[in-house]
């Protein structure tokens, strides 16, 4: 099976892709695409995937560049030769040749560029990464190496939809009390549960970045078994672990 890439036409000429599950060598509840080295799937096959990944993308696999991601604000931003395992949740070059990948079971995977510049960068943001500022860090990062933050088109790939995000009072009561009008990210559900709206919320803070131009692709990864992992819908399930989408670009 051919791996299944969403692009977005915003993002052209440049080479990226949110990769679906389809495609892959894994199986079980791994089955497809799964390019998480931190899940339990053998790591071979998990070096298949990424094999494939990196073809599809055009570089080596030594250049299909991630980091080991913690939820945080952190960025890397890669000039010279690409470190693996470096702590962060996001990642800039302007360095051709580099394919920056994140890796997201429900997250938000974001990729971005200024392609005037030369500039991209690619970020993980679940709710509490986007919370604390990694899509604003990562356009810092891009306008440090010669970016201009209204030239940069940025692109949410497949996430976990409103729909399908139900959350507690608690955690409502975090973001109003950061900002007031975060509560129109969130719509009551059943009971004291609402659900949260993560790539509304990912588009109002890159937005609030000042980036030019900010879309979702309106893929829900919950929703999808056939073509998303998600870590929401596998806890849902009973399941022992999930896979882990990739999402890269590069120049």
Known sequence: MSLEIVTAPSLRPLTHGFFTRKGGASSGVFSGLNCGAGSSDLSEVVTINRERVA?????QVSHLVTVHQVHSADVVTFTDAPVQQTRADALVTDRPGIALAVLTADCQPVLLADPEAGVIGAAHAGWRGARDGILEATVAAMVALGAQAGQIRAVIGPTISQRAYEVGPEFLDDFLADDPDNS????????????????????????????????????????????????????????????????????
Do not use: K
């Not at 073809?55 to 570089?59: E, F, Q, R, S, T």
């Not at 030019?212 to 399930?237: L, N």
């Open 55 to 59: 073809a599809a993308m055009g570089v």
């Open 184 to 251: 129109r990210f969130f719509a009551h559900g059943d009971g004291d549960r609402y659900r949260f709206d993560l790539p509304s919320y990912g588009l109002h803070r890159l937005r609030a970045a000042g980036v030019g131009q900010a879309e979702w692709t309106g893929h829900c990864t919950y929703s999808d078994p056939d073509r998303f992992y998600s870590y929401r819908r596998a806890t849902h399930a009973g399941e022992a672990d999930y896979g882990r989408l990739i999402s890269a670009i590069r120049l």
